[in-house]
C-alpha cells in the first residue's frame, strides 16, 4: 500500500504528464500543429517529434532501469521511439502508455521508506528513488514541455508575451 509521500509523487506526476495547466507535457503537445511536428527551426537540430520520442524512450528506460528488469539498453528495439513518434496522434498514445507503466513502477513502491532506497538511474547511476521520481519523471516532462511549447510557438508566430 503507498504512503502518503508515494501518493503526492504520483500526484505530481500526473500533473506534469497531463494536468490541466498550460505546463504539462500533453497540454503542450495538444496545441502542437500537423505542421509543426517535424520543423526544426533556422540553426536548430530538434523537432518536436525528435523531443517526444527522446522523452518516451526515457520513460521506458527509466521504468526498465529503476522498476523493472535492468536489461535494456538505449539501442534495444524495445525501446523504441522510430514507429511510435510517426505522427502525433501515435507519439501521445505511446507517450501515455510510458506514462502508465512508469506509474505503475511508482505505484507499486510498498510503502514511503522505498523513497529512500537506491535505484539505477536510465544511464546507469545509482540514485535515492525519490530523486529519480522528481528530476527523471517530473522535471524531465515539465522542461521538455517547455521546448515544445517554444518551438511550436516559434513555428506559429506566436512567440511572444501577452
Known amino acids: 500500500m503507498a504512503g502518503q509521500a508515494i501518493d503526492h509523487y504520483l500526484s505530481l506526476m500526473d500533473s506534469a504528464f497531463a494536468g490541466p495547466d498550460w505546463h504539462s507535457l500533453l497540454s503542450n503537445l495538444n496545441t502542437v500543429a500537423p505542421s509543426d511536428w517535424t520543423w526544426v527551426p533556422s540553426g536548430g537540430e530538434r523537432s ?43 507519439a501521445i498514445a505511446w507517450l501515455e502508455v510510458c506514462q502508465e507503466r512508469l506509474r505503475g513502477g511508482v505505484a507499486a513502491l510498498a510503502d514511503d521508506a522505498e523513497l529512500a532506497r537506491p535505484r539505477r538511474t536510465n544511464w546507469g547511476e545509482l540514485k535515492e528513488t525519490r530523486w529519480i521520481i522528481v528530476v527523471t519523471m517530473i522535471q524531465h516532462d515539465l522542461y521538455h514541455a517547455g521546448e515544445i511549447n517554444h518551438l511550436r510557438s516559434l513555428h506559429q508566430g506566436t512567440d511572444q508575451w501577452e
Open 48 to 90: 518536436i517529434r525528435d523531443i517526444v520520442r527522446h522523452v518516451g524512450r526515457v520513460k521506458v528506460m527509466a521504468h526498465d532501469q529503476a522498476f523493472g528488469a535492468g536489461t535494456l539498453t538505449w539501442d534495444d528495439p524495445l525501446v523504441g521511439g522510430d514507429e511510435q513518434t510517426a505522427d502525433l496522434a501515435s
